[in-house]
């Protein structure tokens, strides 16, 4: 009997001391998590929910709650103009709905800058930057880049003509990576499969800009210059004329003398004579 109660005592010890251990394991892993979840909160700061978008939007798409849902960010690498309360993002009883301005992909944080006010025209005034205005260039299929150009690429704009009193044409860049907003009346960024002719390129632009290639439109003929994306490269003043381009040297003006004629005046009578004499020089 004792044998038994001494057995019996010993494997409740060993569980005892099983479960112990197990517990102090799993203590052990849990403060591990804890401390790496404290490391990656201090790592990431504070967070915040804003409203991000569950599906691809395209420009000009009306946003509706079901097109939304929470997600959490660090409020320290938070772009400006988030939403974080359904009030901001959908105010009031939301009659007039916000419209896209610029292609949302889906999981992408709503900003202010890429939707209208409730209610407000989706048009191109809602694309251009503060300070910025739209202005038309007429292009065609050798001038337009090909159809290539799309909303929202960067261009350069080259000015070909002749100024007055200069009948030799000369080609200059006139503007360096101007935005793109909108290729004839579409202001869609949306990427087409197939290059479309367009017949006018609208660029924003500061006023200067505006005039300068007013007066560069009225004045000669303007082409367009595709720019790589990413690429920030300063061009520097490009100036070329068509005998530069061929390599034609301007002739040297011809002197020609003139035969130099000498003469001495005499009177006769009331009227005075000039009488043709050798040149002593």
């Not at 002719?197 to 007066?215: C, K, S, W």
């Not at 994306?229 to 004329?241: K, Y």
Request: with cysteine.
């Amino acid at each position: 009997m004792r044998m038994v109660f001494g057995l019996v005592l010993v494997v409740g010890l060993a569980l005892a001391g099983a479960a112990v251990w197990m517990v102090q394991g799993y203590v052990s892993q849990a403060q591990v998590e804890v401390a790496r979840e404290k490391a990656t909160r201090l790592k990431l700061g504070e967070l915040v929910d804003v409203y991000v978008v569950n599906k691809p939007l395209a420009y000009g798409t009306p946003i509706t709650k079901d097109d939304v849902e929470l997600a959490t960010f660090p409020v320290k690498s938070l772009p400006e103009g988030a939403f974080v309360t359904e009030e901001a993002l959908f105010p009031g009883d939301y009659s007039e709905p916000r419209y896209v301005t610029r292609q949302l992909e889906k999981m992408e944080p709503l900003l202010a800058v890429k939707v209208t006010e409730p209610g407000a025209d989706v048009g191109l005034t809602s694309r251009l930057s503060k300070g910025k205005r739209a202005f038309a260039i007429k292009v065609d299929v050798a001038s337009g880049v090909s159809g290539f150009v799309h909303p929202g690429d960067n261009v350069d704009v080259y000015w070909t003509g002749s100024t007055s009193g200069n009948s030799n044409e000369f080609t200059q860049l006139i503007e360096a990576a101007i935005k793109v907003v909108a290729v004839d009346q579409a202001a869609n960024s949306e990427r087409s499969t197939s290059a479309t002719v367009a017949r006018t390129v609208t660029v924003e632009a500061t006023p200067q800009q505006v005039a300068r290639l007013a007066q560069a439109q009225a004045t000669g003929r303007l082409a367009l210059s595709l720019v790589g994306t990413g690429d920030d490269t300063v061009i520097e003043a490009i100036e070329v004329d068509s005998a530069g381009l061929l390599g034609i040297q301007a002739a040297a003006p011809v002197i020609v003398e003139q035969a130099r004629e000498c003469t001495i005046k005499t009177r006769r009578g009331a009227e005075v004579v000039e009488i043709p004499i050798p040149c002593t020089n």
